[in-house]
């Protein structure tokens, strides 16, 4: 339940406090997904439900085990 979970936020390459690679490659989906999954490694997270927004509209949302 997401009631009873933490919520973790991050700025994405290239936005906010994040590095900003000057490849153009350096923001393919792959590393994209690869930065999520890394930092939800580290913090030890195994399950979690993903939502993604640009701006003020949301995107999607994903439940991920």
Do not use: F, N, W
């Not at 290239?14 to 913090?43: F, K, M, N, Q």
């Amino acid at each position: 339940d997401v009631a009873d979970g933490e919520c973790v936020a991050l700025d994405m390459r290239g936005h906010g406090d994040s590095d900003a690679p000057d490849a153009v490659e350096d923001y393919d989906v792959c590393r994209t997904v690869g930065d999520v999954i890394g930092l939800l490694d580290l913090l030890g997270i195994d399950h979690a439900v993903l939502v993604e927004r640009a701006g003020q509209r949301l995107i999607r949302i994903g439940k991920c085990q």
